[in-house]
């Protein structure tokens, strides 16, 4: 980076860390309301506010990252399932569940299961997130952020280790949200989730502008041929004929269309519905209008997302797929020594994309196993061979295309920071509210005053970023921390959903019910993710086990499992206070505006199906 990249890039982090505390320094924790103006912001944040904080909270290094690679991969754009999906989940729980939260009075999302079921309920679930916010989202956080921070670093010359990047990181983050809570939170995130969006835009815009010019000399197309493009082509042109495999979901295998019925649902409600390290922004609504207007702005950023993260990784494939082959041959040396061994017993399974690319070797590799399969009778050990290193495409793309020196590249790294310290401030504040309002204050000083509150949540924080930064490096191992985030985390996600369902359609089922819910989930799931499900009771000819199809079935069964004893153990129907001062008037605006944004979403499907 040059000299004006650096001061830019010093510059958006001072304005950041300056903004988000000048805006919390008039709260009053020694109030009656202290522990409300720390964690919510005394429920006075506008939508504005609201929208974009979602945004920054949720979109951090292993997303942007994650997502970019696995367009330049083999999903393509039925990666932005994620996101579009996501828009209409904002929608309903604007007006499906915020009204039923913001009612009630609550502070904690775990809080309204012991209204609708009991303490335990609550308890459980309570510990439950906090076992995925700190010892998943926390750490991977970190870990995704600080690799990519020291690979960006790396290609400027500048060698940062990744512990040392992991606690800058880690620091930064905790230094606002200590002081400032969740008011500083939505601050730094409005200029954050801003930064996000523009810097897409930018690398968006480079990419663009990169295919369309005659420098570059050789382009693949998204299934890894090469690709012979007509002299005078315009960029639009190039890019539709090097990636229409990429730009149509429906022919893409590994996001099939059952998926987008039930399972990709499930961990979008449980996310943007019931996660406290997103719904706090909500639970902080000055209003029910308020809080309606920020998700149904939230919900149309979702469907500018993949614009700017996952089309711009697309191109990178066209433009750098040599690039990404670095490890190409360290894979192929696997295969050269297992055929060196008569006695071998491993086959291959080659990267899709390498495979065209490469159809010699791709030919070498399917005779061999035939041979070994031929040889083994079909007991054989599959061995994945991944040529191509596709999150490397956002950094290839940062590296290679943005000018240097013109503050460019220190605002698009600036951005990039943000999106990372933006989850993690989340990430923490939730943790510690949660830890603090329904463990601490329940279990262990309920005589606490609001001041004492807030003391133990600034605590709290400091010992979860201490446990999050030690912990994050031991990642270094792990191939995917975005596959490992959202595979994990069914095994809490699925069954919070189900008692959620469960308890807002059945009022008299008997208190006990939630309980069994949140305790039978992670059963069920671990049973439907082990080997023995997947060799024994899914047909191989359906293909692979998608972990979201886990998550469908786990859901079903939990809700018949409740059901069953909601038939025999009943109760008077639970009816669920109303807990608050707060102006209850649903948004109008707001109603048109989500009808509009999901007649959008459903047109994309269209368009790119």
């Known amino acids: 980076m040059g000299i004006v990249d650096i001061i830019v890039f010093v510059a958006f982090v001072a304005a950041v860390l300056f903004v988000g505390l000048y805006k919390s320094k008039g709260e009053d924790t020694h109030g009656e309301e202290g522990a409300a103006d720390y964690f919510l912001a005394g429920r006075g944040l506008t939508w504005w506010l609201i929208g974009f904080s979602l945004i920054a909270a949720n979109i951090s290094a292993e997303q942007f990252v994650g997502m970019s690679g696995q367009g330049a991969g083999l999903y393509g754009l039925s990666v932005s399932s994620w996101e579009w999906i996501a828009a209409i989940t904002l929608v309903v729980v604007a007006f499906v569940l915020l009204p ?4 009630s009075g609550i502070t904690t999302i775990p809080e309204f299961l012991e209204l609708r079921y009991n303490h335990w309920a609550r308890l459980i679930m309570t510990l439950s997130m906090m076992l995925i916010l700190i010892g998943v989202s926390l750490i991977g956080v970190i870990y995704a952020g600080a690799l990519t921070l020291k690979q960006l670093m790396f290609a400027y010359d500048v060698n940062l280790s990744l512990a040392g990047a992991c606690w800058a990181l880690g620091m930064m983050a905790a230094i606002y ?19 996000l969006i523009i810097g897409g835009g930018v690398i968006t815009y480079f990419a663009f502008n990169a295919l369309g010019g005659s420098e570059v000399a050789e382009l693949v197309t998204s299934t890894g041929a090469s690709a012979t493009i007509e002299q005078g082509a315009g960029v639009m042109d190039k890019f539709a004929h090097l990636n229409e495999s990429a730009m149509h979901m429906g022919s ?15 961990p979008n409600f449980y996310y943007w519905g019931l996660n406290q390290y997103i719904t706090q922004r909500i639970l902080g609504s000055a209003s029910l209008a308020e809080g309606q207007k920020g998700l149904v702005l939230a919900g149309f950023l979702k469907l500018v997302v993949p614009f700017v993260i996952v089309i711009p990784g697309i191109i990178a494939f066209n433009l750098f797929s040599k690039d990404m082959e670095a490890n190409a041959g360290d894979q192929w040396a696997v295969y050269e020594q297992a055929a060196a061994n008569p006695a071998s017993s ?7 994309k390498w495979a065209v690319a490469h159809p010699e070797k791709a030919m070498e590799l399917d005779a061999y196993n035939q041979t070994v399969t031929a040889r083994n009778g079909g007991n054989v050990e599959i061995v994945a061979l991944n040529s191509y290193k596709y999150d490397s495409a956002l950094g290839l793309l940062i590296t290679k295309l943005i000018p240097r020196n013109k503050g460019i590249l220190g605002f698009v790294i600036a951005a990039l920071l943000g999106a990372i310290v933006s989850s993690l401030a989340a990430v923490l504040n939730a943790a510690s509210t949660l830890l603090t309002m329904d463990v601490y204050s329940r279990y262990i000083d309920k005589q606490a005053t609001q001041f004492k509150l807030v003391t133990m949540g600034r605590i709290f924080i400091g010992v979860f970023v201490v446990v999050g930064c030690l912990a994050a490096p031991m990642l270094a191992n792990n191939s995917s921390v975005f596959a490992f985030i959202q595979e994990f985390q069914g095994y809490v996600s699925t069954g919070i959903l189900a008692v959620f369902i469960y308890g807002l359609l059945n009022r008299t089922s008997a208190k006990w019910a939630g309980v069994i819910g949140l305790l039978a989930n992670p059963i069920v799931y671990g049973v439907l993710r082990s080997k023995w499900f997947g060799a024994n009771c899914w047909p191989a000819q359906w293909g692979e086990f998608n972990f979201l199809y886990a998550m469908s079935f786990s859901l079903l069964i939990v ?19 109303h807990n608050t001062t707060m102006d209850l008037t649903t948004s109008k605006g707001a109603l048109y505006a989500g009808i509009a944004v999901c007649a959008l979403t459903v047109a994309l499907y269209v368009i790119f199906w």
């Open 100 to 103: 039923y939260f913001l009612r």
């Open 177 to 195: 949200v200590a002081v400032g809570g969740l008011k500083a939170c939505a601050w730094a995130d409005l200029l954050q989730g801003t930064a």
């Open 252 to 266: 893409n295998p590994t996001m099939p269309w059952p998926i987008l019925l039930l399972g990709i649902w499930i």
């Open 346 to 352: 491993q086959i291959f399974k080659l990267d899709a």
């Open 559 to 577: 809700l018949f499992i409740m059901w069953i004893y909601g038939m025999i153990f009943r109760q008077e129907k639970v009816v669920f206070a």
